[in-house]
């Protein structure tokens, strides 16, 4: 029974229902109702702001709200009152949603009687309360499990922390009953300690791992015993630098030309210094040697030397090959002039082309010392990759018990690549696949287009490729030796550098190819190399080249080698060019100014990069820029691993050509220059 007075706010418009409800309510026998009336929903929720009420009796259609909308404004405001709604629609559908909503009861205004309505009153009341009274003990007990979850996870806490303690206690007293005996042991030299007598009492984890003997089975035997030293050229045992040391009392080193005979029978290069252990009074009792594989090291010494070696034979060949390149342009150039007046049936245009090829052959193996000496990017062209395979392999000295077979995919695309440096590429894996077919065999060579889009080749590639594709039938490669082919001095042939197949990978990864090897042991090896297919088409039509120009054009050629300019510049007057020459860059510059303040400017300069105790191409073209900023330039050098050879127009030049050259390359080249 409910004996405080229950407050009712009614929301109702009409004031004849709401005497009805008043007269509803005062005729309750058990429970006493005080009831506000208010015919406005706003006057209602206004009313609600001011006021404690129990209850709200809710008409939906009001003056200044209709429908659901009205319970679900009064519904935001007092969420936690029981709302009972008194309507006269008597929509089933309509009271189900209100109850969902949260509405205590729906009731039809025709139906509710007031026995019926105080019974809804009072069991909405309940109802709320139970909810309340519910909703409370559910927060009590969600807060009492919290509290209990945090004091039980303070404990946890507590006992981490104390266990953790403990353990570090533990840790810090068994570190420090460790320490004097694993001092030795965690330093990076190897230790060993002996007695008066030459017999090991110590011995550190590194000692064992360079030695071969664990500590427990050198304990006790002789130093000489386990730590054997001998002469690496004549394999006789050294002198004890232990027993050294006792009869001294003196620090010894050993040996350059030492080496450790380790148990397992391999050698070992050492540096080792042993000192006397003395006591307080000075008396010896013992001694210690301490001592570090330099194996490793020396090999790297060796591999530098060969790489200072190797960088003197380039600075060597760089010299050379400039000289060497002019000879060959000069050579190159009077065979192109002889070429062109001859019939392309005539036996000496058959014996010019071939001496063209040699000079070309001559020019690849300048190349070859720069290419891995000096790493010099690639001077790169549009180029036919199938002319570049027969060209490698009519040109590689085979075995005659060898084979060749070529395969060409049916339109292949070109390649943007070095010549030189990728004919070298394959003439390098040509050579590797004779050597492993000692007895002679077939090699097939084959090229076909690849695209990677779907990451089916390569994941780390994608775009299009042409995949040349070199296969033997020789010995394969180990599976120790896999990994390791293609590193700078690895090889397994007797009196070989190791450096054709580092050779190979270097240029493929500077061209941003890549290469992949497949191998069978007795079976053969096949050697894929993956080029990046260039987008643009190659030009075969050459005839066009030779066309003089309508209007007499302006070359200038600045070169410090007399017969280089003559020959280049009898091509160029021959096509209809006028030239002129200079020996330097300041006699271009000279030239160049005079020419442009007499209104007769060049319309062309081709200059060599290197002048020996002068001016070179680079530095005259930026002075050349300051007189004329639309001056157009081409370089030209016999080194060709120059970075302005392979980036020539951040340094400002219009077009490049690698020295030697034919004909057909310079006047290519001057036309591009000329027409762009």
């Keep these: 029974m409910i004996n405080n007075p229950i407050r009712v706010l009614l929301v109702e418009d009409d004031h004849r229902y709401a005497d009805l409800i008043s007269m509803f309510l005062a005729r309750g026998k058990d429970t006493r109702f005080e009831l506000e009336w208010s015919d406005r929903l706003q006057t209602g929720l206004d009313r609600l702001r001011e006021e404690e009420f129990d209850l709200v009796l809710l008409d939906l259609n009001l003056p200044d709200s209709g429908g659901l909308d009205t319970f679900v404004r009064m519904y935001k405001q007092v969420s936690k009152l029981p709302i009972i709604i008194l309507t006269g629609n008597d929509d089933e559908t309509l009271a189900v949603k209100a109850v969902h909503m949260g509405a205590q009861d729906y009731l039809i205004k025709g139906d509710a009687n007031g026995e019926h309505l105080i019974r809804s009153i009072r069991y909405a009341i309940e109802r709320k309360r139970s909810e309340e009274l519910l909703r409370r003990a559910h927060d009590e007990l969600e807060n009492r499990v919290e509290e209990r979850t945090r004091e039980l996870r303070e404990i946890n806490e507590s006992l981490k922390r104390e266990i953790a303690e403990r353990k570090r206690i533990e840790e810090a007293l068994a570190a420090e009953k460790e320490r004097l005996t694993v001092t030795l042991r965690s330093i990076g030299d190897g230790v060993i300690a002996t007695d008066t007598e030459g017999r090991i009492v110590l011995m550190n984890r590194v000692a064992e791992q360079i030695t071969g003997w664990q500590k427990e089975e050198a304990m006790g035997k002789s130093f000489a015993e386990v730590f054997c030293i001998v002469k690496v050229q004549s394999g006789e045992a050294s002198e004890n630098p232990v027993e050294r040391t006792i009869k001294t009392d003196r620090i010894v080193y050993l040996p350059k030309d030492a080496v450790l005979a380790a148990r397992d029978g391999g050698q070992k290069f050492v540096s080792a210094t042993s000192s006397p252990i003395h006591d307080k009074d000075s008396n010896i009792v013992g001694v210690v040697l301490v001592f570090r594989d330099i194996t490793e090291r020396k090999k790297i010494e060796e591999e530098l030397l060969k790489a200072q070696k190797l960088e003197s034979i380039g600075v060597l060949a760089g010299g050379l090959a400039h000289d060497f390149n002019n000879l060959l342009t000069v050579m190159l150039g009077n065979i192109s002039l002889s070429k062109i007046h001859l019939d392309t049936e005539d036996r000496i245009y058959t014996r010019l082309s071939e001496a063209e090829k040699a000079c070309f052959r001559a020019r690849d193996l300048t190349k070859q010392l720069l290419t891995f000496s000096k790493g010099g990017a690639p001077v790169k062209k549009i180029t036919s990759v199938m002319n570049l395979l027969r060209e490698s392999i009519d040109f590689t000295p085979y075995d005659p018990a060898v084979r060749y077979e070529l395969s060409v995919e049916e339109d292949l695309w070109p390649a943007e690549i070095d010549e030189g440096q990728i004919i070298q590429v394959i003439k390098n894996l040509l050579l590797n696949a004779e050597e492993s077919m000692p007895d002679g065999g077939l090699i097939k060579v084959s090229a076909q287009n690849i695209t990677n889009e779907d990451r089916t080749v390569n994941a780390d590639h994608l775009g299009r490729y042409v995949k040349i594709t070199i296969q033997d039938q020789g010995v394969g490669i180990s599976e120790e030796h896999l990994s390791k082919i293609f590193d700078p001095y690895f090889t397994t042939k007797k009196g070989a550098g190791g450096l054709g197949l580092a050779v190979v990978y270097s240029i493929v990864r500077n061209h941003h190819g890549y290469v992949e090897v497949e ?38 050629i600045m070169d410090d080698e007399e017969i280089v300019r003559e020959a280049s510049g009898e091509v160029l007057a021959m096509l209809g060019y006028e030239v002129d020459y200079a020996g330097d860059g300041e006699e271009a510059i000279q030239k160049y100014r005079s020419a442009k303040e007499s209104g007769e400017r060049f319309d062309l300069v081709i200059m060599d990069l290197t002048v020996p105790g002068g001016m070179g191409g680079k530095e005259a073209l930026e002075e050349l820029r300051r007189i004329d900023p639309e001056v157009k330039a081409i370089v030209s050098s016999g080194y060709s691993n120059d970075p302005v050879m392979s980036d020539y127009r951040k340094y400002g030049f219009d077009g490049v050509v690698a020295k030697p050259y034919k004909i057909e390359e310079l006047t290519k080249v001057v036309k591009k220059v000329m027409e762009n």
Excluded at 542 to 551: A, G, M, Q, T
């Design 519 to 556: 191998t069978d042991r007795g079976r053969g090896t096949k050697f894929h190399v993956y080029l990046p297919a260039s987008v643009q088409e190659l030009q075969m039509n050459e005839d066009k080249l030779f066309e003089k120009p309508l209007v007499k054009r302006k070359v200038l």
